[in-house]
Structures are given as structure tokens and as C-alpha cells.
């Protein structure tokens, strides 16, 4: 029998709503049940009965608008997780979006029906994204740090590999470390070929597509190819809704 989940949808547009509704359909692990209310206040109330896993939360309201909206809301409901659903596509938006503890953060006109369904269903199996404020603890550190392994290849000159161990592609502080190592990476003379493996990546938030342009960008202009490796077919969608496989050189896990 599928997992149940309870989503509540602040979106004021019906056909939004409708359309999130027919896409959650589709899932075949886990049954959605979304009750959705048109505005800020009132998306409140029914939070205040319970029994909602997670929020889908646009931040274009009738009566609330921009990242307002989804602090004022997080202010009320610390413990349920917040997705943002918005049509806004703003890489620094996002960034402070996940800054300030939103479980996601979805564009409506790239998101398909598994990626949705694989947004909803994180959200609740994980503590939420902490608060980014520059304070970590020694543990912290050790978790962030092990996220990322880079090995340079014996067999192969010029060849590093570099393991990405973040299931879950969205935390900020865990995606800045990730860039910085790769940027530091690809600027070294000895290297002309990074395979990224991510045979444990189960899902690659919008903000950590963003950060791996970056380090694409910075490869090409050192003559370094960058290459994904061992992409899971539900990783390998995200990458295809925004034709970043036309960008990246990506190399599909075996089934």
C-alpha cells in the first residue's frame, strides 16, 4: 500500500491547482491528498486544525507577495516543511529562499509530475534546512565536509574523480562547499578531466543546478571537461526539463 501525504497548496489559481493535483495523481509510492486554500490568512487558518505533512506554497498571494510570504508563514509553522511553487525564476531568490529554511524551491513551468512528487516526499523524512546564519557545530562541519570526496586517478593523467555524498542537493551550506572544492579543482594545471559521480544523489535541488554551472562555466574557460557520471534516471529528468543535458555532458547510470 503507498505512503499518505498530506499537502496543503496556497495558490490562488485554480488551473495551478488543478494541474498539481493531476501531476500528484501519477505517483504511484506514495498517495497525495491536497486540500488547497487561495491566500495567505487562509492557508493559516487551516494550518492551525493540523494534520498537514507539508506546505506547497506560492508566493504570489492575493494578499501577501514575495519571500515575505513564505517567511511570515515559516514564523507560524516552524515544524511543517514549506516548498516553494512560484513561477518566479530568480537564482538569488532561490538561494535565499533555501537560506531561510524552505524545504524547496519549484519553478511551475519546469517541474514535472515525478519531480513534484520526489519535492513533496523529501520534504517531510528530513529535519528542515537550517537557517543558514554562519554557526555550525563540530558534527555539522564533519557531515558538510564528507559530502564531497575528490580522488585523483592513478591510471589516467589528468584524470579526477569527485563523489558527491549529499542525497539530497539542497542544502546551501552543503552546496557552497561543493563549489568551492570543484571551483579549487578545476583551476589546478594537472587537471583536464573531472568525472562527478553521482551514484548516491537522489535529488538535485534548482539552487545546486545552479551551483554546477558555475563550476561548468569556470571548467570550460581552464580547458577542463567536466563530466556527470553514474546519473539516476530521476536526476537525469530534473536535468532534462530545463535542457540542461544539452549544457552538461551527463553519462546515465546502468540500469
Same mark, same amino acid.
Given at each position: &500500500?503507498? /505512503?499518505?501525504?498530506?499537502?496543503?497548496?496556497?495558490? /490562488?489559481?485554480?488551473?495551478?491547482?488543478?494541474?498539481?493535483?493531476?501531476?500528484?495523481?501519477?505517483?504511484?509510492?506514495?498517495?497525495?491528498?491536497?486540500?488547497?486554500?487561495?491566500?495567505?490568512?487562509?492557508?493559516?487558518?487551516?494550518?492551525?486544525?493540523?494534520?498537514?505533512?507539508?506546505?506547497?506554497?506560492?508566493?504570489?498571494?492575493? #494578499?501577501?507577495?514575495?519571500?515575505?510570504?513564505?517567511?511570515?508563514?515559516?514564523?507560524? +509553522?516552524?515544524?511543517?516543511? +514549506?516548498? +516553494?511553487?512560484?513561477?518566479?525564476?530568480? *537564482?538569488?531568490?532561490?538561494? @535565499? !529562499?533555501?537560506r531561510q529554511g524552505a524545504a524547496d524551491y519549484l519553478v511551475k513551468s519546469e517541474v514535472h509530475a515525478k519531480w513534484l512528487a520526489r519535492a513533496l516526499s523529501f520534504a517531510p523524512n528530513r529535519?528542515?534546512?537550517?537557517?543558514?546564519?554562519? %554557526?555550525?557545530? %563540530?558534527?555539522? #562541519? %564533519?557531515?558538510?565536509?564528507?559530502?564531497?570526496?575528490?580522488?585523483?586517478? @592513478?591510471?589516467?593523467?589528468?584524470?579526477?574523480?569527485?563523489?558527491?555524498?549529499?542525497? $539530497? &542537493?539542497?542544502?546551501?551550506?552543503?552546496?557552497?562547499?561543493?563549489?568551492?572544492? &570543484?571551483?579549487?579543482?578545476?583551476?589546478?594545471? #594537472?587537471?583536464? *578531466?573531472?568525472?562527478? @559521480?553521482?551514484?548516491?544523489?537522489?535529488?538535485?535541488?534548482?539552487?545546486? +543546478?545552479?551551483?554546477?554551472?558555475?563550476?561548468? %562555466?569556470?571548467?570550460?574557460?581552464?580547458? !577542463?571537461?567536466?563530466?556527470?557520471?553514474?546519473?539516476?534516471?530521476?536526476?537525469?529528468?530534473?536535468?532534462?526539463?530545463? $535542457?540542461? @543535458?544539452?549544457?552538461?555532458?551527463?553519462?546515465?547510470?546502468?540500469?
Amino acid at each position: &500500500m503507498a /505512503d499518505q501525504l498530506h499537502v496543503l497548496q496556497i495558490e /490562488d489559481s485554480p488551473t495551478i491547482v488543478q494541474l498539481t493535483r493531476s501531476m500528484l495523481a501519477e505517483s504511484k509510492s506514495v498517495a497525495f491528498v491536497v486540500e488547497a486554500e487561495s491566500s495567505l490568512a487562509a492557508g493559516i487558518k487551516r494550518l492551525a486544525r493540523g494534520g498537514i505533512d507539508v506546505v506547497l506554497l506560492d508566493l504570489t498571494l492575493p #494578499d501577501s507577495e514575495g519571500l515575505e510570504t513564505f517567511s511570515t508563514l515559516q514564523a507560524v +509553522i516552524p515544524k511543517v516543511p +514549506i516548498v +516553494i511553487f512560484t513561477s518566479v525564476d530568480d *537564482e538569488e531568490l532561490t538561494l @535565499d !529562499a533555501l537560506r531561510q529554511g524552505a524545504a524547496d524551491y519549484l519553478v511551475k513551468s519546469e517541474v514535472h509530475a515525478k519531480w513534484l512528487a520526489r519535492a513533496l516526499s523529501f520534504a517531510p523524512n528530513r529535519n528542515q534546512t537550517p537557517k543558514f546564519d554562519g %554557526k555550525s557545530s %563540530k558534527s555539522d #562541519d %564533519k557531515v558538510v565536509e564528507r559530502s564531497i570526496e575528490i580522488e585523483k586517478s @592513478d591510471a589516467t593523467p589528468g584524470l579526477f574523480w569527485v563523489r558527491i555524498n549529499a542525497k $539530497r &542537493m539542497v542544502s546551501v551550506v552543503t552546496m557552497e562547499v561543493i563549489k568551492n572544492r &570543484m571551483l579549487n579543482l578545476v583551476k589546478r594545471t #594537472d587537471v583536464s *578531466e573531472v568525472r562527478v @559521480d553521482f551514484s548516491n544523489v537522489e535529488y538535485v535541488a534548482n539552487a545546486a +543546478i545552479s551551483m554546477l554551472l558555475i563550476v561548468h %562555466k569556470k571548467a570550460k574557460a581552464a580547458d !577542463a571537461e567536466l563530466i556527470l557520471c553514474n546519473i539516476s534516471n530521476q536526476v537525469f529528468e530534473q536535468f532534462t526539463s530545463r $535542457r540542461f @543535458d544539452k549544457v552538461f555532458r551527463i553519462e546515465r547510470a546502468s540500469a
